[in-house]
């Protein structure tokens, strides 16, 4: 009797999971081109100042805008992205009683480490400056540029390094277990597999991902800090709002 009572639980589990995987899967595969998209230009600005400083990465960074700060870029090419690709994966996990991989798989762990930084990133660099109240008052777009990064490099060293290279690195050692797994799934088939072995893929998305960001962040860490007294009060009020930098 026990056994008849739980067969259907587990059926509708099985159903539920055929059914749910294959669409949360494509989710969350389509969604990373828009995110590898989204990091390459945004990963554009630090990495130029190891040519033109401080003064280059914001003007990349202007340029940058241009795709990921209009009123339909950032809702649909960019945020849409970064909430429904860990969502998906979070779901598939909950969703599928045996998942394909374990909480602790360098996917898994890599991705949900990138999300928590993500997180805490967007809250320093525009939830945090945008505050209205005194004595941030709200900083500008046009005021928020490089300035800001090589403030809090200079005032809090060893977090904001720890901050963006582990940022940068979580990002790209995930990108280059996800891209095997998107590879593999859409496109082996037709162009066979990956050149290289996945430790040689990890060292060389790590190498290119975060030495040109770490030393563009080295460069602009040198500079004098280019900004008005004032502005620099509301820069470091901007960080206080959150917990690392109090």
């Not at 496109?187 to 030393?215: I, Y």
């Amino acid at each position: 009797m026990a056994d008849a009572t739980a067969n259907p639980g587990r059926s509708f589990l099985r159903r539920l999971t055929l059914i749910t995987q294959p669409v949360l899967t494509r989710i969350a595969h389509g969604s990373a081109p828009f995110i590898a998209t989204f990091v390459l230009i945004h990963l554009t600005a630090p990495a130029m100042s190891n040519l033109g400083g401080t003064s280059l990465a914001s003007q990349v960074m202007i340029l940058g805008r241009e795709y990921y700060q209009t009123s339909l870029g950032e809702k649909y090419l960019v945020l849409t992205p970064l909430v429904i690709h860990p969502l998906s994966g979070l779901l598939k996990r909950v969703v599928d009683h045996k998942p394909a991989r374990r909480l602790i798989s360098t996917l898994s762990v890599t991705g949900y480490t990138t999300a928590l930084l993500l997180a805490a990133h967007f809250f320093i660099h525009r939830v945090a400056p945008s505050d209205p109240a005194p004595p941030i008052y709200a900083i500008s777009p046009s005021e928020l540029d490089y300035e800001y990064v090589k403030f809090g490099l200079q005032e809090w060293p060893w977090r904001s390094w720890l901050g963006y290279v582990g940022l940068t690195a979580a990002v790209a050692w995930h990108a280059s277990e996800g891209m095997v797994i998107i590879w593999n799934t859409w496109l082996r088939p037709q162009f066979g597999s990956l050149p290289g072995t996945k430790n040689s893929r990890t060292v060389a998305a790590l190498l290119s991902g975060v030495l040109p960001v770490a030393t563009g962040m080295f460069f602009m860490w040198r500079e004098p800090l280019m900004v008005f007294t004032s502005h620099a009060e509301r820069f470091r009020a901007a960080f206080s709002r959150f917990p690392l930098y109090w």
